[in-house]
């Protein structure tokens, strides 16, 4: 397996995400792709030649068909190798939020209404904040990838090939 530090930043006028987030990448056997945070991961990624693949828990998330819609929108063809992987942190606040649906009818019609608003701007933040490209060392074999911010928070990560 080979690590390689890469440099990024976000593009808005906050300071640039921290620089212990790396990308580790294996070349030779699955060419997968991971950002670490701290040991840990963070986002992860896997190139497959006939497109991605991953469990259907991770195509079922809404950030994941928002991305596909922004790209086709923007870019039209999906004939590329690529994968995004969204973090499972997301997936528990969606828990918390159908829990909070089982109060009161009074409730829930403005529960709701705020749920709305904030998968809007959960999601589309996470589909439309391309936060920065990056050129890999091993760019032979990684042409571009992106990580996924709300807030300081990396919520996943985009690899192309």
Known sequence: M????CAYSQLKKTKSPPSHVRLLTSIEEEERVAFRDRGKVVAASSIRERGPEISDSVWSHPAYD??????????????????????????????????????????????????AIQHHAHYSIVSYRIVSSLLCIAHTILHECALFYVGERVVGCYIGV
């Open 66 to 115: 928002d991305f596909w819609k922004f790209w086709r929108r923007m870019y039209g063809s999906l004939s590329f190798y690529a994968l995004f992987i969204v973090i499972g942190t997301q997936q528990q606040q969606h828990q918390q939020q159908q829990q909070q649906q089982q109060q009161q009818q009074q409730q829930q019609q403005q529960q709701q209404q705020q749920q």
């Open 2 to 5: 080979i690590e390689i530090s």
